[in-house]
């Protein structure tokens, strides 16, 4: 297995719903997750949120804030991940599947009507599987 990984995924909010993109290419093709990937080199959490949010939906978060952290192994793929869970909220622009490389459709969805395929990391964080506890949810 390879060393641990920094992800960050950006839960984007408008009004009661939250964008959801479908992993498309990438571990955990076909399951629905939040925007997000790998933290640069130097790159601030807040920052890389708003650049994945950009350049995977096109959309412009704001008011960036820290939600947890969970610890996600996949096993069959050799892949470990620390993903750090960060907040935002829709700004502006219209949300599209810009990086079709790894994400087939974007959808918003109700915080209480949550597709059943979730990325595992996410599944994590909707069910509690995280630092702080009190994180857990949507």
């Not at 990937?37 to 008011?63: F, K, M, P, Q």
């Not at 892949?79 to 750090?84: A, G, K, N």
Request: proline letters at 5%; hydrophobic letters at 35%; charged letters at 25%.
């Amino acid at each position: 297995m390879k060393p641990p990984r920094v992800g960050v995924g950006v839960i984007v909010r408008k009004g009661g719903d939250i964008l959801l993109v479908r992993r498309r290419g990438v571990h955990g093709e076909g399951t629905w997750s939040t925007p997000g990937g790998h933290l640069d080199a130097g790159e601030s959490l807040e920052a890389c949120a708003i650049r994945e949010a950009h350049e995977e939906t096109g959309v412009e978060v704001g008011e960036i804030r820290f939600r947890g952290v969970t610890n996600d192994v996949f096993e069959s793929e050799g892949l470990h991940y620390l993903t750090v869970w960060m907040e935002g909220d829709w700004q502006r622009g219209e949300a599209r599947a810009i990086a079709r490389y790894e994400l087939s459709e974007v959808r918003w969805f109700a915080t209480d009507d949550l597709p059943d395929n979730l990325f595992p990391p996410l599944s994590n964080l909707v069910n509690g599987h995280c630092l702080p506890r009190s994180a857990g949810g949507v």
